[in-house]
């Protein structure tokens, strides 16, 4: 009987136990396949430079080529599927383009090629690449006899295949570009020149739009230092950003800064360096920078609410204060013109001497200077309004 | 006998605990050998650089479109808004540390500077970049139809999504109107040198107003952009 109870208890754990390793078992595939899916994460389409120049950081994400002219430079692009699932992606090449406030932009693929992007010819213009995989183009850029010396900029494009929708609205479309910078060697020119600055004003920060203009033949990254100031020179403010000016661009920046929180007069100002050397772009070595200060130009801020505030009661303080001080003023020389001398010969309250001068007695104490308990000592001069001028007054009152 | 039956089950739980145990271990723990002359190493490559539109999942939605605020026929120009960018479609960039130095994000019409506004069956259209008289009239350009469209991306919200990035050093583009041959593309966001290398962000509230002419005729009209990130 015990030994067939010790049995069935010993059944009951070893079946309990099972149940229990299996549902560990399953959770732990669980955890693994949601943790699996979690890391693969589906983004876009992409691409990159193949073959970057390890002595320049920049060529890790555009491509950076000094060509000859009538040269012919070789090289490949890495077109990158991130997704999931495999994607048909559009390989061409186009000449660079403007875009608002001066930033790089590439052309459509529908434009016609009539610069760095004619130049440019892709073994494939069509890629079909699997899932999260990376297919190698190679291209090559064929630079024209006649090129002149300086740098000129075109694009590599990537773009998922796909039709286009008439949907009603703004349909969107996306793709990656790379920007392909070529520089033909001879004279090159770096020069950039200031045109100004704008100021926007929001309800909590200021906008400084500096502009510039690069009349060099080579695009320059350009470090932008803007700063709001008071009227002493005490910086508020200060942001530095490096962008890239283009060659024949004028480019304007957006910088957003905080308002100041006293409204007044400000002075915003922007000063821009860049690299004066023989280097092209990304390149640092035996770098020479050049620094122009901007146009300063003045703004007045409206103060932030609190500050408002704090400034409306110091003005009403300041009024108020004044008032007083003028009040007090009058007040004064009317009684050295006006009020006569009393001695007192008696014993008298301050009130008694106020009430027979027809003067509240506070009045007589702070035109006298009299402190508390206001005692007035026998042979003590005081100054009193004058008392036949004050029945005289009080007489045309009363008619 | 019965006691072997038991201790055959009893190995056979134990074999399934450790099992389960095992593969949690396995995985959570990177295995390290540590011998005298072996080394394992993890490389982590940089990623490409990339825009969409994605919900507020993160998983992008396919053929993105924005509708304007519906307008009545009018004998008048008049002027219809909207935005590009919402909670549901959020226009992204991702830079795995695939651009070192900046980037931008253009927008551009899909079928150049020369293409309009056009309903389904395209018969009736008007332009997107024609600025004479602010949209209301027919300019000296390719088309003959008037109509201006103007993006302003300094109204927009920019919003970092990841634990390790900022919108620091990342420009919103001023409001512009297109203007054939002038300017054909506007910039959305201007990402400086001293951006954040690893980072992902989603934009929303882009405004964006359309001039259309007077008596445009009644119905539904589309325009397809291209949105550009370029690494700088």
């Excluded at chain 1, 990537?158 to 070529?182: C, Y």
């Excluded at chain 1, 700063?227 to 060659?247: E, Q, V, Y």
């Excluded at chain 1, 409204?263 to 280097?279: F, K, P, Q, R, V």
Aim: charged residues 15%.
């Amino acid at each position: 009987m015990r030994q067939a109870s010790m049995t069935a208890i010993t059944h009951a754990v070893i079946t309990t136990g099972k149940y229990m390793a299996y549902a560990m078992l399953a959770a732990s595939l669980l955890v693994v396949a949601l943790a699996q899916s979690s890391f693969a994460e589906s983004g876009g389409i992409g691409g990159r430079p193949s073959n970057p120049d390890p002595a320049n950081n920049r060529s890790q994400s555009i491509f950076i080529k000094e060509i000859k002219p009538g040269a012919i430079a070789n090289d490949s692009v890495d077109v990158i599927n991130n997704d999931d699932t495999e994607k048909t992606i559009l390989v061409y090449a186009t000449d660079s383009a403007k875009s608002s406030g001066g930033a790089f932009a590439c052309a459509q693929a529908v434009d016609a090629k009539t610069g760095v992007g004619s130049w440019i010819a892709l073994e494939q213009t069509t890629v079909t690449v699997a899932a999260h995989s990376t297919v190698k183009v190679p291209f090559t850029i064929t630079s024209p006899a006649n090129a002149e010396p300086g740098e000129l900029d075109g694009c590599i494009v990537l773009q998922e295949q796909k039709e286009a929708t008439r949907q009603g609205g703004i349909a969107l479309s996306f793709r990656t570009a790379i920007r392909v910078a070529t520089f033909t060697p001879g004279n090159i020119i770096k020069n950039i020149d200031t045109l100004g600055i704008d100021v926007r004003q929001a309800n909590e920060s200021v906008t400084l739009s500096p502009s510039v203009k690069n009349t060099g033949n080579v695009s320059l990254d350009t470090k932008v230092t803007t700063a709001i100031k008071s009227l002493f020179g005490t910086t508020i403010a200060s942001k530095d950003n490096t962008f890239p000016t283009l060659r024949d661009q004028v480019t304007q920046w957006n910088i957003a800064m905080d308002k100041p929180f006293w409204g007044g007069l400000y002075s915003a100002s922007y000063a821009i360096s860049y690299d004066a050397s023989d280097n092209h772009i990304g390149e640092t070595k035996d770098d020479t920078q050049k620094t122009i200060q901007g146009q300063s130009v003045y703004f007045v801020a409206a103060p932030s609410p609190v500050a408002a505030l704090i400034e409306l009661a110091v003005l009403i303080g300041i009024v108020i204060g004044i008032v007083k001080y003028f009040a007090y003023r009058i007040h004064k020389k009317t009684v050295d013109e006006k009020w006569v001398d009393h001695t007192i010969i008696e014993v008298e309250q301050l009130q008694d001497v106020a009430a027979r001068h027809g003067i509240s007695w506070k009045l007589l104490a702070k035109a006298n200077k009299l402190k508390a308990p206001y005692s007035l000592p026998i042979g003590t001069t005081i100054k009193v309004p004058h008392l036949q001028k004050k029945l005289q007054k009080n007489g045309r009152r009363k008619k | 006998m019965r006691g072997n039956n038991i201790v055959k089950k009893l190995l056979k739980l134990s074999a399934l605990m450790v099992a389960a145990f095992g593969i949690v271990a396995g995985f959570a723990v990177t295995p390290s050998y540590a011998a005298s002359n072996t080394n394992v190493t993890q490389s982590i490559t940089a990623g490409s650089l990339t825009t969409d539109i994605r919900d507020a999942s993160r998983v992008a939605v396919a053929s993105p479109t924005f509708a304007l605020g519906a307008v009545g026929f009018s004998f008048s120009c008049q002027t219809s808004t909207g935005t590009i960018g919402s909670t549901a479609q959020r226009l992204y960039v991702d830079n795995p540390g695939a651009a070192n130095n900046g980037w931008t994000l253009t927008l551009a019409a899909t079928a150049g500077a020369t293409d309009t506004w056009k309903n389904a069956g395209t018969t009736q259209s008007f332009d997107f970049n024609d600025p004479t008289t602010s949209g209301c009239d027919d300019g000296v350009d390719a088309d003959s139809r008037p109509g201006q469209l103007t993006v302003n991306p300094s109204v927009g919200t920019l919003t970092a999504d990841c634990t390790s990035c900022t919108t620091a050093n990342i420009t919103k583009g001023a409001s512009s109107a297109y203007s054939q041959g002038v300017l054909d593309s506007v910039t959305i966001l201007n990402a400086a040198a001293a951006s954040d290398d690893a980072g992902r962000w989603y934009l929303t509230g882009v405004g964006v107003s359309q001039t259309i002419p007077a008596e445009q005729a009644v119905d539904s009209y589309t325009v397809n952009l291209t949105a550009t990130v370029t690494a700088s």
